[in-house]
């Protein structure tokens, strides 16, 4: 299975501020990586595919880059409505998987 | 827009087989997979399977000898069956719709761009 490592585990950032999170897959998935967004009690939303792509209604603050082992997803300026918790996946490979997610708090 | 709506006993004994159907509606199921995806309290996701509305499927090797998805496009609804379940299949499953993507010659889906609410099984004497 290809182990996504995400970091950090958890972060508290200001409003405003940029907040990086990095996945780090254990070989190479090309482009092949997707980033959700989870509030609590509800099912992740879809934010950006192919590592770069912002899906459609998403909010431009919200960017992801990378390819092959290396990603990284970004909000430009922390919103209080993005408090959530964050997970790549890729679909490389079977079985699909998930990093064990990042949990973005406000400051 | 297309909705996907989990339902199915919120209570499984140890040692039986929990069986969740999933409801689409305002879409067709046509050229798409479906996947089941699970998320134990406070632990991050799991996917479990997917198959194509045609009937070719893809398991999670860790789940593979005991799940069992099913679709009927006719009903609008795929299945989830997972047996001889213990504690550690308590979680949030999740269905879920998932685009074709195809590359070189070979299609397989990409993004879980849909998503039920979820619901909780618990597995529980």
């Known amino acids: 299975d290809i182990q996504l490592t995400q970091s950090p585990s958890s972060l508290s950032a200001s409003v405003g501020d940029r907040v990086t999170i990095t996945c780090q897959a254990s070989?190479?998935?090309?482009?092949?990586l997707n980033w959700y967004q989870q509030k609590p009690g509800k099912a992740p939303n879809l934010l950006i595919s192919a590592a770069s792509n912002l899906e459609t209604g998403v909010p431009s603050r919200f960017s992801g880059s990378g390819s092959g082992t290396d990603f990284t997803f970004t909000i430009s300026s922390l919103q209080p409505e993005d408090i959530a918790t964050y997970y790549c996946q890729q679909y490389d490979n079977f079985p699909y998987t998930f990093g064990q997610g990042t949990k973005v708090e406000i400051k | 827009q297309v909705q996907l709506q989990e339902s199915g006993p919120g209570l499984v004994k140890p040692s039986e087989t929990l069986s969740l159907t999933c409801s689409v509606s305002g879409g067709s199921m046509t050229s798409y997979y479906w996947s089941w995806i699970r998320q134990p309290p406070g632990k991050g996701l799991e996917w479990i399977g997917y198959i194509y509305y045609s009937g070719a499927i893809n398991y999670n090797p860790s789940l593979k000898s005991r799940v069992t998805i099913s679709v009927d496009t006719s009903s609008n609804q795929f299945s989830l069956k997972l047996t001889s379940v213990t504690a550690a299949d308590t979680a949030v499953y999740y269905c879920?719709?998932?685009?074709?993507?195809?590359?070189?010659?070979?299609?397989?889906?990409?993004?879980?761009?849909?998503w039920g609410q979820g619901t909780l099984v618990t597995v529980s004497s």
């Open positions: 070989q190479g998935i090309t482009k092949y």
């Open positions: 879920a719709r998932v685009p074709k993507y195809c590359s070189g010659g070979s299609c397989w889906g990409n993004v879980f761009d849909v």
